[in-house]
């Protein structure tokens, strides 16, 4: 499984933003050290296998966030915020005005968009967001914790916020992902 190298860019472009490229281009430089995927230039278009993502996000959580791994939550926040605000890639996903729509069909294209593999399917009831996520082999709690703060985050710039719980989780042995959103007005 791949994702999109956006994940990447934005990630580089919230952490210089809040360490400084100076940071960055010496976290950078280490981290190709213990691994030579990391030397290669990275482009929004670039396929990640998945596994490197994560071990860019854990040798992170080290190096800037003593080691706190409950960053991931914040990484998928600010995820969302770069490529859905006014000026990021995937503004466009932004435009629907139905809260229905947004989740039911917005959310799911916007995991297409960053992974190869995998599906999504969501839908809202009772003012709760039901998101599963099927079709995927990846085993680690927090790279779930990712996913669930950048839907939470979406969710919140459409004007919602939420409290997010995981309900089933691959990592823990369940066949899927299932997160859910109690829905409240901003």
């Known amino acids: 499984m791949n994702a999109k190298g956006i994940s990447y860019v934005v990630t580089k472009a919230n952490m210089t933003a809040a360490f400084g490229e100076e940071r960055w281009t010496a976290f950078m430089a280490k981290l190709a050290e213990k691994d030579k995927y990391f ?13 490197k993502l994560i071990v860019l996000f854990d040798e992170m959580c080290k190096e800037f966030f003593n080691d706190d791994k409950m960053q991931y939550i914040k990484f998928g926040k600010g995820g969302a ?21 947004f989740v039911e069909s917005v959310l799911p294209k916007i995991w297409s968009m960053y ?9 809202l009831e009772n003012n709760v967001a039901h998101i599963k996520i ?6 680690y709690t927090y790279f779930e914790y990712l996913i669930m703060g950048y ?22 042995g369940n066949e899927d992902i299932y997160f859910t959103y109690e829905l409240k007005d901003s």
């Open 151 to 172: 839907f939470q985050q979406a969710i919140k710039m459409f004007g919602k916020k939420s409290i997010a719980k995981k309900v089933r989780s691959i990592a823990s």
């Open 134 to 139: 099927t079709g995927i082999q990846i085993k």
């Open 39 to 51: 030397s290669t230039v990275i482009m929004s278009i670039t396929p990640i296998p998945v596994e």
């Open 81 to 101: 915020k770069g490529v859905l605000s006014p000026d990021g890639p995937y503004k466009s996903f932004m435009l629907t005005k139905d809260i229905k729509q």
């Open 115 to 123: 992974f190869d593999s995998g599906v999504t399917v969501a839908r």
